[in-house]
């Protein structure tokens, strides 16, 4: 096993950081935990990647979705677990303590990225959620690994799984939301999707493409994307109680309308709420 992060993974991270770094006060997120955990390189913000100008609509598109997330475990009440599918360098549990000495934090990702992540954690003194190794390219089960490390299927649960579904074959997310379906009454889950270029507004389909580029050359291709109604209905049919759809647009709406600088969330990936 390699201990080593996922790429998307530092990326997204180095963008909550540069929101602080480039983007005027209010800040919608504020992570530099992040960056410490990922220690990149001197000039990192000279990686074309990183380019404020070219990369402000999906930085903003970060920022806001990991901000709806935090308001929404902020909002729960009555639930002790908090399950994050796909976490990467996610860094609530060291950024809102106060939140999370309420909840159990399980975090969910590939075992070198868990490994490599586990081990900066304890380099920086920062506290260590339970961190759930699974590898999904042997067809590891993530629910009995989920249940191993000790999760309570009985009670409820906030599920988030941001960034993940591209990434996933349908028949796959399906099951994933199947899963999820069975859990405790008053759980929630929150799912994030790509919608189909057709759907994008004309200004970001060049962005999307540049996207996909990236991820194909990272030998990690965008293989799903859904309409709002075809997500809906795969969470129908899953058999949760509730499902709704919000727009990525509409986060712009939350958290970017009152802004003078002009910066907005690109458009493209938007979220699947349902409740158990």
């Given at each position: 096993?390699?201990?080593?992060?996922?790429?998307?993974?530092?990326?997204?991270?180095?963008?909550?950081?540069?929101?602080?770094?480039?983007?005027?006060?209010?800040?919608?997120?504020?992570?530099?935990?992040?960056?410490?955990?990922?220690?990149?390189?001197?000039?990192?913000?000279?990686?074309?990647?990183?380019?404020?100008?070219?990369?402000?609509?999906?930085?903003?598109?970060?920022?806001?979705?990991?901000?709806?997330?935090?308001?929404?475990?902020?909002?729960?009440?009555?639930?002790?677990?908090?399950?994050?599918?796909?976490?990467g360098l996610d860094t609530f549990a060291q950024r809102r303590p106060e939140i999370a000495a309420r909840l159990?934090?399980?975090?969910?990702?590939?075992?070198?990225?868990?490994?490599?992540?586990?081990?900066?954690?304890?380099?920086?003194?920062?506290?260590?959620?339970?961190?759930?190794?699974?590898?999904?390219?042997?067809?590891?089960?993530?629910?009995?690994?989920?249940?191993?490390?000790?999760?309570?299927?009985?009670?409820?649960?906030?599920?988030?799984?941001?960034?993940?579904?591209?990434?996933?074959?349908?028949?796959?997310?399906?099951?994933?939301?199947?899963?999820?379906?069975?859990?405790?009454?008053?759980?929630?889950?929150?799912?994030?999707?790509?919608?189909?270029?057709?759907?994008?507004?004309?200004?970001?389909?060049?962005?999307?493409?540049?996207?996909?580029?990236?991820?194909?050359?990272?030998?990690?291709?965008?293989?799903?994307?859904?309409?709002?109604?075809?997500?809906?209905?795969?969470?129908?049919?899953?058999?949760?109680?509730?499902?709704?759809?919000?727009?990525?647009?509409?986060?712009?709406?939350?958290?970017?309308?009152?802004?003078?600088?002009?910066?907005?969330?690109?458009?493209?990936?938007?979220?699947?709420?349902?409740?158990?």
């Open positions: 096993m390699t201990e080593a992060p996922d790429n998307t993974a530092i990326r997204t991270a180095l963008w909550r950081a540069m929101h602080l770094d480039v983007d005027a006060a209010p800040h919608v997120f504020e992570d530099e935990v992040g960056l410490r955990i990922a220690a990149p390189e001197d000039g990192w913000r000279q990686r074309p990647d990183m380019d404020p100008e070219a990369t402000k609509g999906f930085r903003a598109a970060i920022v806001a979705r990991a901000r709806f997330v935090e308001d929404l475990v902020t909002e729960q009440n009555g639930v002790g677990q908090y399950v994050i599918l796909g976490a159990r934090v399980f975090e969910i990702d590939q075992p070198g990225t868990q490994a490599w992540k586990h081990r900066r954690l304890l380099e920086l003194g920062l506290p260590v959620p339970t961190l759930v190794p699974v590898d999904f390219e042997t067809g590891e089960s993530w629910w009995e690994r989920l249940i191993a490390a000790g999760f309570d299927a009985g009670r409820p649960a906030f599920v988030a799984s941001t960034g993940v579904s591209m990434y996933l074959s349908k028949e796959t997310t399906a099951a994933t939301l199947r899963q999820l379906a069975g859990l405790a009454p008053g759980s929630t889950v929150a799912m994030t999707f790509l919608l189909p270029p057709e759907l994008l507004d004309h200004a970001d389909r060049p962005g999307l493409r540049t996207s996909q580029t990236g991820a194909r050359a990272s030998g990690t291709p965008f293989v799903s994307f859904y309409p709002p109604a075809e997500m809906l209905a795969l969470a129908d049919e899953a058999g949760f109680a509730q499902a709704r759809h919000v727009a990525g647009t509409a986060l712009g709406e939350r958290y970017f309308g009152d802004r003078a600088d002009g910066l907005r969330p690109s458009s493209g990936e938007d979220f699947l709420l349902a409740t158990t």
